[in-house]
């Protein structure tokens, strides 16, 4: 049986304490903004103008996502695989919502709002490092911010040593993609991917 009416969805659960209510907050505040400092990776979510949907990991040092003086997001882009998903449903539809974690840490940051891709230099001058000049920064206009509840990372373990996943128990990713592609190429291996890799990390 699908759930398919708000009626019935709402009719399984509880209805949401005042203080999950409570927490949305519609610009971010000192806690929003040390997480951020804090963190090193995020997932991006996006959506086209067709409703195909994408979820995109972005990593960087801790604080790599910067707060502008306006209280704005700013994420820098580092180098991909090129195919720009994020960036083309960021154009088309103008939308994002960005879910932050802080290793250690089993709460996470969720953050929703509008976005542009900025190549203005006073973005880029903020977000640039050391290692990388960004050649945009995905620009977040903040709509709705919230720190979620730990359990789904407590539930997961994600990050005790004893639920980690030894590498080997998957294939390497050469060999999983030219399974999926067909290709008769000499398979990669994960040595040879992690050196080709170094000069966009």
Not at 119 to 124: G, K, L, S, T, V
Request: contains cysteine; hydrophobic residues 40%.
């Amino acid at each position: 049986m699908n759930i398919s009416t708000l009626e019935h969805l709402r009719s399984l659960y509880a209805q949401p304490g005042e203080r999950a209510i409570r927490k949305q907050l519609s610009a971010l505040d000192g806690h929003c903004r040390r997480f951020i400092e804090l963190s090193p990776f995020l997932v991006l979510a996006t959506s086209s103008a067709d409703g195909r949907l994408d979820a995109s990991p972005r990593g960087g040092p801790p604080g790599f996502a910067k707060v502008s003086s306006c209280g704005q997001l700013l994420i820098p882009d580092a180098p991909g695989n090129n195919r720009l998903d994020s960036m083309q449903n960021i154009i088309e539809q103008g939308q994002v919502g960005v879910l932050f974690f802080v290793p250690g840490v089993d709460e996470t940051l969720r953050v929703n709002g509008t976005a542009v891709l900025s190549a203005a230099p006073e973005d880029i001058s903020v977000c640039h490092s050391e290692r990388r000049v960004p050649k945009l920064v995905i620009k977040v206009r903040v709509r709705e911010a919230y720190l979620h509840c730990a359990k789904a990372l407590m539930r997961s373990e994600l990050w005790q040593p004893s639920a980690h996943v030894d590498r080997s128990a998957l294939p390497t990713m050469g060999q999983m993609i030219s399974d999926q592609t067909g290709s008769a190429a000499p398979t990669e291996t994960q040595e040879a991917m992690r050196r080709r890799y170094a000069p966009d990390l």
